[in-house]
């Protein structure tokens, strides 16, 4: 939805461009962007702990809960660094 209403803006002109910029760069708007970013790196993690049960691996009671807990800190870890990198190119808020 965000990635529609983004090349929808992009599209219209600067004027629709200009609205989503305002929503996207307010307080509001990164909460929703962090949130959206923690939701694909979350997914990504996921995956790849779904590839290893593919191969026939992590069945162990103790291994799938220690790969959820690891997919969840990393999720919330790598979310943090890309917004702190996005910041640093950026030159900060």
């Not at 191969?55 to 790969?67: A, D, H, P």
């Not at 919330?76 to 890309?82: G, N, R």
Request: charged share 10%; net charge negative.
């Amino acid at each position: 939805l965000l990635l529609a209403w983004w090349l929808i803006a992009a599209a219209t002109g600067p004027e629709a461009y200009g609205v989503f910029m305002d929503v996207a760069t307010s307080w509001f708007g990164r909460l929703v962007l962090f949130g959206y970013t923690w939701a694909l790196i979350h997914h990504l993690l996921g995956g790849i702990r779904h590839f290893v049960w593919d191969l026939g691996k992590g069945f162990e009671l103790g291994t799938v809960e220690w790969m959820a807990r690891l997919s969840l800190a990393g999720s919330i870890i790598l979310t943090l660094i890309v917004w702190a990198v996005a910041y640093a190119m950026a030159g900060g808020l």
